[in-house]
C-alpha cells in the first residue's frame, strides 16, 4: 500500500490583476506641467525679488565660515594693529602715528593706509602734526580715511578726493551732505576715502559699501581709494554702473578690475578664516622689529617683509565700542575693510548663478518632478525628490567653495516642495470623461 504525502500540496493564490492603465495619464501628465510650471515661475518671482534673501544669507554666512578648504592671506596686504593700553590710552598722540611711519617707510612699503579719521589736531602737541607731516612726505603714499556725515556743510573736500563718472539710477546709494576730513597740514597732497561702513540689523556686516554720493558727487569708499592706489588705477578714467559693477581702469584706459556691485553700491566680501593680510605686527612691535635691525639683531618678524606690501593701520583691540558680526565671528573695522579690500586685489568675487540658467533650472526640474509623480507614485516620487534636495545642498556647497557661485538653498526647497504639491494634485485630480469626437451630438 502507497504512503500518502505528508502535506497535501496546495493550489497557489492567484497574482492580484495588474492594476490598469489610467486612461486620463497624459492629461494628468499635462496638468501637472502647467502647475508645476505655475510654481516655478512663482518660486523665480521670489529668488528674483529679494524675498528669500532673509532666508538665505545666514546659510550664506554658514558657507563661508566653513574652513575644509583653508585660504592663505594675501601677500600684497599687511596689517600694523594699534591696541590702546592704560599706558597708551585712546585716542593717540600724533607722534605716536609718525613713530611707526618712521619704522615702515625705511622698508619701502607700497603705500600705507590709515583707517582711523585724523582730523582732530594732535592731543599733546601742535608739533607733532608737523612732524606727523614730515613722515608722510618721506612716504611713498599714504592713503587717510574721511568720514560721511548727512548734515549739509560746504567745507571744500581735498584736493586728491577722486571722483568717479557713473552711470544709471543713483537713488538706493547712500548719500552724504558733507564729511569730517583728515587735517590739510598732512593730508593735503594724500589720497583720501571715506571709512563708513553700511552695517545691517545687529552690526552684521556682509557688504563693504564702495562707493557714497557726496554733494552730487560719486566718491570712493576707503577700501576703494586703497585698492585703486595698490593697482595703479585712476579713479576718473574709471566708470561705475550702477547695479552692476565698477571698472577699475588706468590712466590710459586698460580695465585693471570688474567689481560686481549692488544697486546700493555695496560689494558683497568674500570672507576667509584668518587674517586677511599675511604680515601682521602690533605698532609697538613694529618699533621694536625697527630697532633690533638698526642693532643688527634679527627680529622676530622681519619688517623687510613690508617691501611693496599696502599696510593697514588701525584698531583690532576687543575694547571698541564696534565690533562688527561677519561670518567669521567679530571683527574690528579695519579688519572688515581689509577683507573688502582682498576681495578687489584677489578677484575673488562672490556671484549668483546667472539668472537664465537658474530659471531654465528651476524649471525643468518643476515641471519633471511633478511629472514624476504621476508616472512613478507619490513615495517613489517624494524619495527621488530628497535624493535631487541632498544632491543640491552638497552642489552648492561644492560650487561655493570652488568658484564662489551661490546656488540657492530657500528658493530650491520652496520649488521641491511646491511641485510635489503639483504632481500630487494632478495625480488625485477629478477629470470629467473625454468626450468621444465619433460621437455624434444628440439632437434637442
Do not use: C
Amino acid at each position: 500500500m502507497e504512503e500518502l504525502p505528508l502535506a497535501i500540496p496546495a493550489t497557489p493564490a492567484p497574482a492580484p490583476p495588474p492594476e490598469p492603465p489610467d486612461p486620463n495619464q497624459k492629461r494628468r501628465i499635462a496638468l501637472a506641467a502647467g502647475l508645476a510650471l505655475l510654481w516655478g515661475g512663482f518660486a523665480l518671482l521670489a529668488q528674483f525679488s529679494g524675498a528669500l534673501d532673509a532666508l538665505e544669507e545666514p546659510l550664506l554666512d554658514w558657507r563661508q565660515s566653513m574652513h575644509s578648504y583653508p585660504v592663505k592671506p594675501s601677500d600684497q596686504l599687511a596689517l600694523v594693529s594699534i591696541e590702546p593700553t592704560p599706558d597708551r590710552p585712546w585716542p593717540w598722540s600724533r607722534f605716536d602715528y609718525a613713530l611707526v611711519l618712521r619704522s615702515l617707510i625705511d622698508y619701502t612699503p607700497q603705500s600705507i593706509v590709515f583707517e582711523m579719521n585724523l582730523n582732530d589736531r594732535d592731543t599733546d602737541y601742535t608739533s607733532s602734526d608737523t612732524t606727523f607731516s614730515h613722515m608722510v612726505e618721506r612716504a611713498n603714499v599714504v592713503v587717510f580715511a574721511a568720514t560721511a556725515l548727512t548734515s549739509n556743510d560746504p567745507t571744500p573736500h581735498p584736493l586728491k578726493l577722486g571722483v568717479l563718472p557713473f552711470h544709471g539710477d543713483t537713488s538706493l546709494i547712500p548719500r552724504y551732505g558733507s564729511a569730517i576730513w583728515p587735517l590739510e597740514t598732512f593730508a593735503g597732497e594724500s589720497p583720501v576715502g571715506v571709512n563708513n561702513l553700511e552695517s545691517e540689523m545687529g552690526l552684521r556686516v556682509r557688504r563693504v559699501p564702495l562707493i557714497f554720493m557726496l554733494n552730487q558727487k560719486m566718491v570712493p569708499s576707503l577700501s576703494l581709494q586703497a585698492a585703486a592706489q595698490y593697482l595703479n588705477a585712476d579713479l576718473a578714467s574709471s566708470e561705475v554702473q550702477v547695479g552692476r559693477a565698477i571698472f577699475l581702469k588706468r590712466k590710459d584706459g586698460r580695465l585693471l578690475r570688474t567689481i560686481p556691485i549692488d544697486d546700493q553700491g555695496r560689494m558683497r566680501i568674500r570672507y576667509h578664516a584668518g587674517s586677511a593680510a599675511s604680515w601682521l605686527a602690533t605698532s609697538e612691535n613694529v618699533l621694536v622689529y625697527d630697532d633690533q635691525i638698526q642693532h643688527g639683531m634679527r627680529p622676530d618678524h622681519d619688517l623687510r617683509g613690508v617691501a611693496r606690501r599696502q599696510v593697514w593701520i588701525g584698531r583690532t583691540d576687543t575694547t571698541q565700542r564696534e565690533r562688527y558680526n561677519t561670518a567669521l565671528g567679530q571683527l574690528s573695522r579695519v579688519e572688515i575693510q581689509l577683507q573688502g579690500e582682498r576681495t578687489i586685489l584677489d578677484q575673488d568675487y562672490v556671484r549668483p548663478m546667472p539668472p537664465m540658467i537658474l530659471a531654465a533650472l528651476y524649471l525643468l526640474i518643476a515641471i519633471g518632478g511633478a511629472v514624476a509623480v504621476i508616472k512613478l507614485g507619490p513615495k517613489h516620487s517624494a524619495a527621488a525628490l530628497i535624493v535631487l534636495l541632498a544632491f543640491w545642498v552638497e552642489a552648492s556647497i561644492f560650487a561655493f567653495r570652488l568658484y564662489n557661485v551661490i546656488l540657492p538653498m530657500p528658493g530650491f526647497f520652496m520649488l521641491i516642495l511646491g511641485t510635489y504639491v503639483a504632481g500630487f494634485l494632478a495625480r488625485y485630480w477629478e477629470l470629467e470623461p473625454e468626450s468621444d469626437p465619433r460621437q455624434l451630438p444628440l439632437d434637442i
